[in-house]
């Protein structure tokens, strides 16, 4: 099983700004709407499953939890499904940079 690759909260930052990147929160919706980075899409952990038939297999992932171990196992998932995926390391509790809040 080839290994996930892990990027730091800081390191997403700057990826923010590339076309190809694409963060997805998979949080629970009364986490998100603490705040959620800008410009993530919101696929709750359960829903990534069906939610992949609508995603490009030409752009890159990285996916976000609180903590870095849900976005993991969804990252596993997605690559085993194709998809090119990163997950943030430590996730939400690590971010320092904006959120946006519900």
Not at 45 to 70: F, M, Q, T, W
Request: with cysteine; aromatic share 4%; glycine share 6%.
């Amino acid at each position: 099983m080839p290994e996930i690759n892990e990027v730091a909260p800081k390191e997403v930052e700057k990826l923010m700004n590339e076309e190809d990147i694409i963060i997805i929160d998979v949080r629970e919706d009364e986490e998100v709407a603490q705040g959620i980075i800008e410009t993530a899409k919101h696929i709750p952990l359960g829903n990534i499953p069906e939610a992949v038939a609508d995603l490009d297999k030409n752009k890159s992932y990285i996916l976000v939890c609180r903590s870095g171990a849900r976005s993991m196992n969804a990252s596993k998932y997605m690559d085993e499904q194709g998809f090119k995926v990163s997950n943030m390391k430590g996730g939400m509790l690590e971010w320092e940079g904006e959120v946006i809040v519900d």
